[in-house]
């Protein structure tokens, strides 16, 4: 019986949301929603922005697909038909037709005008999003980078989670001597000069060209639409870490949201293995890493952390 009424379940909730989703689209055909002040959390893949995301997606002002969203975005502006050059875009690229995707696609599955969003690549199209939604709120997860490398080369050995976007990529992928053999993650402007070199070299330039990306944009944002989160921060605190991100945003920290991030760490979103600071130094990359260290400290000094290569 229990299995029935499972299944009853499933599908009242199924064929619910589609009800939903048809009524709201009968009431965009009759008039537009607009976006309002939507946030959109950006930092490098494998810096904790999923944490962030899961975290706000609990705010009762905003609505959440609860999941990555790269795929939608990247059909607005197919990489193939850019030369698969970078996923970075730019003011340039937004346009009214973007905006009204976006917005209907938003409005059709949440039905509300304010939502988070988080994918791996937006943190390079931040002058983009901003053209599209000038109210848009950024919130900006920095890690450190001994840590965040050495989890970019961890997931670079998961390709099937990683790589899922990669698969028609114009170019062999022989890095590490033919270990990895997709590419993951995000383009950055010069990719194809890294298609051979080892996992590291290519980690570190991704976490060096997405921050000094998401910092460069940074400038042309208003301070009251600009909030940081450092990882390191959030692992120590992390209700103090997300009230002042919820302080920022104009939301409320009640004592549901209070309970869910004391909790936080306890259910880690898509960790590889227990959170804590510095695991980097512990297990089997530190070498590698020591190597790279020096061509991230100046991206690593302007994101507020201390030389890198003096802590190493």
Known sequence: ????????????????????????????????????????????????????????????????????THDFWASLHPLAERQWRSHALGAADASQRDRDIVARHFFRYLGASRFVDKNNQNGLCVPYLQALFPDARFVYVKRSPGDNIHSLIEGWGRSEEFATWSETLPAEVRIDGDRYRRWCFFLFEGWREYLERPIEDVCAAQY???????????SAIPPAQWVEIVYEDLVRDPVAAFRVVWAALGLRFGARQEAHCRNVLGRPYNAFSPIRLDKWKEQGNRERIERVLPRVREVAQRMGYPDPTAAA
């Not at 379940?9 to 989703?21: E, F, L, S, T």
């Not at 060096?208 to 940074?218: E, K, Q, V, Y």
Request: some cysteine; glycine content about 8%.
């Open 1 to 68: 019986m229990s299995d029935l009424l499972e299944k009853i379940d499933k599908n009242v909730r199924h064929y619910g949301a589609a009800v939903q989703r048809t009524v709201r689209d009968v009431r965009w055909s009759i008039g537009a929603v607009p976006v309002r002040e939507p946030v959109f959390v950006v930092g490098c893949s494998r810096g904790g922005t999923t944490v962030v995301y899961k975290t706000l997606s609990e705010a009762d002002e905003l609505g959440s697909l609860q999941r990555e």
């Open 208 to 218: 060096a060209a997405m921050n000094a990306a998401i910092l460069d944009a940074r």
